[in-house]
T-cell receptor, first 113, second 114 residues
């Protein structure tokens, strides 16, 4: 069954802890993206990657880190430097980036206590 | 730089009524335009997209949108609302010269009353 999986669906962490969100795809897409969604603010791009072992900062990269060691995987780490990490995080993929349609995973809701 | 404005953060309609969700974009070059729908606690699903060619685009679930260059608009419509249409809708723009990302609007939450 093809698609994008994000795990876990809900995540709770204490303030000051790093946490890693998983995103896996079997669509054979080259490009992968991480967005943050807050109420009333739409989606904001955190990081994106168009090829393995390469990634670029988006509009709100501070306090986040990523890796792209495999085509199928693009994990996002929310570090303790991120001041307001509580949000809904969405992973997306597209065939080659740019104007191609982006397909979204189901999301992870992170709550920092 | 390109941008998207969605007029109205909340829209309420009765079941069976016309749905109209507004989107205006700003771009110095021909844009690619998208509408996505999001149900509570889920990811986004593509409704429709405009790239080139025919300006009236038909999407899933009976939705359509018309690209109007003179008005820099890409409004989403559906002739008759259904209860299942209640969700949040996002307009997005991408341009060929900036080939790395989509720019999203802030979203419009659609409520459908029986």
């Amino acid at each position: 069954d093809g698609g994008i999986t994000q795990s876990p669906k809900y995540l709770f962490r204490k303030e000051g802890q790093n946490v890693t969100l998983s995103c896996e795809q079997n669509l054979n897409h080259d490009a992968m993206y991480w967005y943050r969604q807050d109420p009333g603010q739409g989606l904001r791009l955190i990081y994106y990657s168009q090829i393995v072992n390469d990634f670029q900062k988006g509009d709100i990269a501070e306090g986040y880190s990523v890796s792209r060691e495999k085509k199928e995987s693009f994990p996002l780490t929310v570090t303790s430097a991120q001041k307001n990490p509580t949000a809904f995080y969405l992973c997306a993929t597209s065939t080659s980036g740019g104007t191609d349609t982006q397909y979204f995973g189901p999301g992870t809701r992170l709550t920092v206590l | 730089a390109q941008s998207v404005t969605q007029l109205g953060s909340h829209v309420s309609v009765s079941e069976g009524a016309l749905v109209l969700l507004r989107c205006n974009y700003s771009s110095s070059v021909p844009p690619y335009l998208f509408w996505y729908v999001q149900y509570p606690n889920q990811g986004l699903q593509l409704l429709l997209k405009y790239t080139t060619g025919a300006t009236l685009v038909k999407g899933i679930n009976g939705f359509e949108a018309e690209f109007k260059k003179s008005e820099t608009s890409f409004h989403l419509t559906k002739p008759s609302a259904h209860m299942s249409d209640a969700a949040e809708y996002f307009c997005a723009v991408s341009v060929r010269e900036n080939t790395d990302k989509l720019i999203f609007g802030t979203g419009t939450r659609l409520q459908v009353f029986p």
